[in-house]
């Protein structure tokens, strides 16, 4: 990396947590200098503007959660019922760190989004739909070998985990409570164990 793309990442990585905590409308031009002790001048001497910034910190942010995320459909988990349990426990494991980073940002930037930002609004539509592309393809897979029930709807299976997940994690984070997220992730297991599954449990 040039001394500048070192620099571009560096502010990325310092705002990420800003950003999605703080809000990609409501963080200012001075937030982001505190937050990376760099002058206002050397900010947008790497950015054109706040809203170029907002984009990159988002696509940052919602990359490391899908790194993430997508390790439980990687080949360390060799069937396919092991790999959508694995994306269960993945959000299990690792809620109060999502949390503790304000949240979902996936969630985050399309509530703030919506009508304010089409620019950051058609990045989290991308990210919602790669999203239900990998459950989908990995129920797919499932099907094709002849582990999961080939009358399910994998986009529709996807797009229903996906809205229990966030739903869970919206509740869970506005109450304080986690038993929302662990109600959203039962009924993903059931679903998982009860529907999908064509093997007696």
């Given at each position: 990396?040039?001394?500048a ?11 990420a947590s ?5 809000g990609?409308l409501?963080?200012?031009?001075s ?18 503007n ?25 080949d ?12 269960v426990?993945f959000?299990?494991?690792n ?10 940002p ?20 991308k ?10 393809s ?8 002849g582990?999961l029930?080939?009358?399910a ?42 529907e999908?599954n064509?093997l007696?449990?």
């Amino acid at each position: 990396m040039s001394k500048a793309e070192k620099t571009k990442q560096f502010i990325i990585e310092k705002t990420a947590s800003l950003f999605n905590t703080k809000g990609y409308l409501s963080t200012t031009l001075s937030d982001i200098a505190q937050a990376t002790n760099l002058t206002k001048g050397s900010i947008y001497g790497n950015f054109a503007n706040k809203d170029e910034l907002a984009i990159e910190v988002y696509k940052y942010n919602s990359g490391v959660l899908s790194k993430s995320m997508s390790r439980s459909f990687s080949d360390e988990f060799p069937t396919t019922m092991k790999k959508l349990h694995a994306f269960v426990d993945f959000y299990r494991k690792n809620w109060r760190s999502v949390f503790s980073n304000g949240g979902c940002p996936l969630m985050n930037a399309a509530t703030e989004s919506d009508d304010i930002f089409p620019t950051l609004k058609n990045q989290v539509k991308k990210s919602f739909e790669d999203w239900s592309g990998k459950i989908s393809s990995v129920i797919i897979q499932g099907q094709k070998n002849g582990d999961l029930n080939e009358k399910a709807n994998a986009e529709e299976y996807a797009s229903i985990f996906i809205m229990l997940l966030e739903g869970g994690i919206l509740l869970s984070k506005t109450t304080g409570d986690e038993k929302f997220l662990n109600l959203a992730l039962d009924k993903i297991t059931h679903m998982i164990d009860k529907e999908l599954n064509i093997l007696p449990s």
